[in-house]
């Protein structure tokens, strides 16, 4: 007579059978529950990947490669016959970090800005976006803010994001856009009135950006005034030369200049 005596088939699970790892994170080891006959041989289909090992039906490792949900068949084989179960596996990109120096920024309507470049860390970035809209001639690309604004801005925050398959991380960082600097003059610069004869408009001549305010230092004297840069109207007392101080402001600054008013009695 021929006698066969074979192992009891076995019987194992995982105590968790969906999974998600960190590239770069040594995992911890999945190690299954066992119960009925003696496990001779493991198996598990398709192969691990890169990083990650079976030995005796355990998992183990630190992934090296980022992976979607993947379905593997691990079988426990004894002469009993083989059981099998299976795991899903997902391996993510390691959430990234990023920071701006500076993060508070003011730039100039007009003039092509020094491109804004974050330091990155973690893992890599599959997408970025950022909130609110960035003005008009500024753009973001790669995390990186570049261009020329269009616009004025007063402080305004925006938030940042930078995304893969391990999260989002995000931060913030102000922007300013103040109007470029006012340049003017005045042709003639030092000039000579008559008490009494209306005058021929002092006008700026100006260049730069858009005045918001103007102002002028000392006070005019009686009868001539002073709006929106020009200088108008008819002396009713004499002086001697007086030199006036002149401020155009906005935004980006005051720019200033000096003229140089005599008032004369008539002839």
Known sequence: ISITINEPIATF???????????????????????GGYVVTWEISPSLPAGLSSSNGIIFGTPGVNLTETVYTVWANNTGGSVSTIINITINEPIATFSYSPSTVVFTRGVSITDMTPTLGGGYVSTWEISPVLPSGISLSNGVISGTPMVNLSQTTYIIWANNTGG??????NITINEPLATFSYSPS????????????MDPIVGG?????WFISPDLPA???????????T?????????Y???????????????NITINEPL
């Open 245 to 259: 101080t002149i401020w155009a402001n906005n935004t980006g600054g005051s720019a200033s200049t000096t003229i």
């Open 190 to 201: 030092s000039i000579i009135f008559m008490s009494g004869v209306s005058i021929t408009e």
């Open 209 to 213: 950006g858009f005045v918001a305010t």
């Open 168 to 173: 989002s991380v995000s931060t913030t960082i």
């Open 223 to 233: 009868g001539l005034s002073f709006s929106n840069g020009v200088i108008s109207g």
């Open 235 to 243: 002396p009713t007392v004499n002086m001697t030369q007086t030199t």
């Open 13 to 35: 699970s995982y105590s968790r059978s969906t999974v998600v790892f960190t590239r770069g994170t040594s995992i911890t080891d999945m190690i299954p529950t066992l119960a």
